[in-house]
């Protein structure tokens, strides 16, 4: 899962859509994630990635094999 800005970014830039992760939301239990699924409650915080993460280059560690 996603934990860091930069980890967002760079699956972003990779065009991934459905994203999930620790760093949208921790474990909920049962009733809890109820709740936010029927709508009664939302996550704490929406979150954007920085503009100004970089990704890797062609080649570069990381980057996905062409």
């Known amino acids: 899962g996603v ?3 930069e ?15 620790y760093y949208f939301s921790r474990p909920l239990p ?8 029927a709508g009664a409650a939302r996550p704490q915080a929406s979150v954007e990635a920085p503009s100004d993460v970089a990704l890797p280059g062609p080649g570069a560690p990381g980057a996905a094999p062409a």
């Open 30 to 37: 049962p009733d809890a994630l109820q709740a936010m699924l």
């Open 3 to 5: 934990e860091t800005a």
């Open 7 to 21: 980890q967002l970014a760079i699956l972003r830039g990779f065009e991934c859509d459905l994203i999930q992760g």
